[in-house]
């Protein structure tokens, strides 16, 4: 559109409307061309009035609504049910199968003590392949809360109550950068949460296999 042109538009009850700029769509054929030039929230059902004025020849002006992002929340909502399903069955399974497995005695508390070694292992894993598999930390998480009285007295329970956490913390920290993340500082949150995950992963682990407990 030609420089110094104005936007006026008007909602269905008279109030003014705000008019933003916007280049995210255009389309073109054998006969005509569409390029999107402006944006704004239609929030009440009905007629609204579009005014375009400055000095330059007519042009056809179309207005519509943006199909683009009720697309992108639908499939947005189907992969988040997915995932959660998904989470939730492998949570169900978890728990039940830990639950069928008999508890270890006091006779057998040597052996199973490396058994236990290995479930934290196990765990680290978990977290480790919930940076590409989001649900894998809630298995993670599942198996602590079930194996922790086990290690009670332990020096792997100080590895259990690092690892639970460390989920509950990324949790909190995941859902405050995701709602700031209209604004900057909620994508600096999210990276700075990774990170902070991350090391998390890689000290417990370290630790683990050196046979130190975790001091948080």
Not at 42 to 65: D, K, M, N, Q
Request: proline content about 4%.
């Amino acid at each position: 559109m030609p420089g110094a042109v104005r936007y006026r538009v008007e909602a269905p009850d008279g109030r003014p409307v705000e008019v933003q700029p916007y280049r995210g769509m255009s389309s073109e054929d054998s006969q005509a061309k569409s390029v999107s030039v402006a944006r704004f929230e239609a929030a009440l059902a009905g007629t609204y009035t579009v005014a375009v004025e400055g000095a330059f020849e007519p042009r056809v002006i179309a207005v519509g609504p943006n199909r683009f992002w009720p697309i992108l929340k639908l499939v947005g909502f189907v992969i988040a049910l997915l995932a959660v399903s998904i989470g939730g069955a492998i949570a169900v399974g978890l728990y039940g199968f830990l639950r069928s497995v008999p508890q270890a005695s006091a006779a057998a508390h040597a052996g199973s003590e490396e058994s236990l070694r290995k479930l934290v292992a196990l765990v680290y894993g978990l977290q480790a392949a919930s940076l590409i598999v989001g649900i894998t930390l809630i298995a993670g998480v599942i198996i602590n809360y079930l194996r922790r009285e086990q290690a009670a007295g332990t020096w792997l329970e100080s590895h259990f109550t690092w690892q639970i956490r460390t989920f509950w913390w990324s949790l909190v920290w995941c859902v405050v950068g995701i709602g700031t993340l209209v604004f900057v500082i909620g994508l600096f949150i999210l990276l700075a949460s990774a990170v902070w995950f991350v090391y998390r992963i890689v000290k417990g682990w370290t630790e683990l296999n050196e046979g130190r407990p975790m001091y948080s």
